[in-house]
């Protein structure tokens, strides 16, 4: 009978202990608020809140907004940390902090300098508003706001993939004859994918929930402009709790449906490229 080895940290028990109370805090016990707060809702009550007009269509503007910007988050993010990572250039370390200024931002200083921007009679907004495009006060606009916010998730996803990718597979590929398109789309490619799926998630999800940056450029236009955070603030500012909870509820549905999709994605590619089956 082998001997079990010890761990090299011992306290596990207290260590677990310690670990679910944190978690307990910080994700459980307020997660459950939300679900408290809307049983006090009947179901047909629940139905009719989360299926209001004005409700449905925020939903529409957050969720059709943060796919869009995730797609572009995820396209433009990979083509970002490749850059950072293969190439050399005046400038580089500057641009990789520059990266991670949407987290350090405060959102409402971002919201207030991108509708600066994008007004009719900002710097990018009067020249697109030349071509008759509006982008401040649109879902453009929103859209634009969200890009802004989820783009560093992809970058610091792929970036560290990128750094510890083996050149060799890729090497052996161009000496047998295969173009630079095919190496990138049947070697590399299926590498950063499982990177690519879980940074875009956590831009879709981080999108999704965005409040302070979008409002302001929003315009907030019932029916139109207005996203679903806005929504549950809305609903807060007049008390009515069970209302902002019950609308709270399905978009923390969503996202984590989103999230636990994009797991499984990530651990199936994973099984992949380690020759496991599909």
């Known amino acids: 009978m082998k001997k ?35 049983a006090k809702l009947s179901f047909k009550d629940f139905i009719e809140t989360i299926t209001r007009a004005r409700v449905l269509a925020s939903f529409y503007t957050s969720f059709v907004a943060a796919f869009a910007a995730a797609v572009i988050n995820g ?35 971002a919201g207030i300098a991108l509708t600066s921007l994008t007004s009719d009679t900002g710097l990018m907004g009067s020249f697109f508003a030349g071509f008759g495009i509006k982008i401040a006060y649109t879902r453009i606009g929103i859209t634009v706001a969200m890009i802004f916010v989820g783009i560093p998730f992809v970058v610091r996803s792929v970036q560290p993939v990128l750094e510890k990718m083996d050149n060799s597979c890729s090497e052996a590929a161009g000496v047998l004859g295969a173009k630079k398109s095919t190496i990138f789309w049947k070697v590399i490619f299926p590498e950063l994918k499982p990177a690519i799926f879980a940074g875009t998630g956590l831009a879709f999800g981080r999108c999704l929930g965005e409040y302070g940056s979008i409002v302001f450029i929003a315009g907030n236009k019932p029916y139109y402009t207005e996203i679903t955070p806005l929504i549950i603030m809305s609903e807060l500012q007049e008390f ?30 994973a099984r992949i490229l380690k020759g496991g089956n599909a």
């Open 4 to 38: 079990r080895n010890k761990p090299v940290i011992p306290g596990f028990g207290l260590s677990m202990g310690i670990t679910i109370s944190i978690l307990s805090l910080v994700v459980l016990i307020p997660l459950a608020s939300l679900v408290i707060y809307t």
């Open 240 to 269: 009515d709790y069970s209302s902002a909870t019950a609308i709270a509820l399905v978009m923390l549905a969503v996202s984590f449906f989103i999230l636990f999709l994009n797991n499984v994605i990530q651990q199936r590619n």
């Open 75 to 109: 396209i433009m993010g990979t083509i970002l940390a490749w850059v950072l990572v293969k190439y050399e250039f005046p400038g580089k370390r500057l641009m990789d902090g520059m990266i991670e200024l949407p987290f350090a931002l405060p959102t409402a200083v």
